[in-house]
């Protein structure tokens, strides 16, 4: 099988604009959650959806959202960029039973200038 | 609270045994989850365990699990060069146990020749 996709891998944007990150999950799966990993935060879960709804939710602002197609393929995306914004984003893919292991896709490094 | 707990840095010599502990929040938990970050990609799962059990093995990865004291630990026989990477343990978020992992800060394993 395919492993998880993210597309962009690198995105370079300024303060203000906006960005829309896309992830593939490996087939079949129907969960995909998304992450955030910066050095000094760590990993930290942004969102989770599961069959096109949102199931879980982390402790972000507004600005991240995201969403799920009806093939399983996720965006998300963060509008008014700021400096703090740059990290790495990881997309996992799971079947979303039981248990409910993750895999991950390789990241999109964003750096907000 | 929410913070799982890892040692930040561990250095061992090629062909010893690594352990990296882990000390987690949930005594609920039903899985608990072992990745490893190589640089510049995303996170492997390793593998995980279920609560009901005291160990698992798999090739060169034993698993430890103490309920009792929620300590979790991943012991890697014949350490090689290619093991170097940050090591992280996950639980999921109490409030779900499905996508919503809470992950610890990582422990990094350098392995000297």
């Known amino acids: 099988k395919a492993g998880v996709t993210q597309t962009p891998r690198y995105l370079i944007k300024t303060r203000g604009q906006q960005v829309t990150l896309s992830c593939s999950p490996i087939?079949?799966?129907?969960?995909v959650s998304w992450y955030q990993q910066t050095p000094g935060q760590g990993l930290q879960f942004l969102f989770e959806?599961?069959?096109?709804?949102?199931?879980n939710k982390g402790n972000f602002p507004g600005r991240f959202s995201g969403r799920q197609f009806s093939n399983s393929r996720s965006e998300m995306n963060v509008s008014t960029l700021e400096l703090g914004d740059s990290a790495l984003y990881l997309c996992a893919s799971s079947p979303g039973t039981a248990p409910y292991e993750q895999y991950f896709g390789p990241g999109t490094r964003l750096t907000v200038t | 609270g929410e913070d799982v707990e890892q040692s930040l840095f561990l250095s061992v010599r090629e062909g010893d045994s690594s352990v990296i502990n882990c000390t987690y929040t949930d005594s609920s938990s039903t899985y608990l989850y072992w990745y490893k970050q190589e640089p510049g990609a995303g996170l492997q799962l390793l593998t995980y365990?279920?609560?009901?059990?005291d160990m698992k093995q798999d090739q060169r990865l034993t698993v430890l699990l103490n309920k009792k004291d929620k300590h979790l630990s991943l012991r890697i026989a014949d350490t090689q060069t290619g093991d170097s990477a940050i090591y992280f343990c996950?639980?999921?978020?109490?409030?779900?146990?499905?996508?919503?992992?809470?992950f610890g800060q990582g422990t990094t394993l350098q392995v000297k020749p």
């Open positions: 365990i279920f609560s009901n059990m």
């Open positions: 087939s079949g799966h129907r969960s």
């Open positions: 959806y599961f069959s096109e709804t949102q199931r």
């Open positions: 996950a639980e999921p978020h109490r409030s779900s146990n499905t996508g919503k992992l809470i």
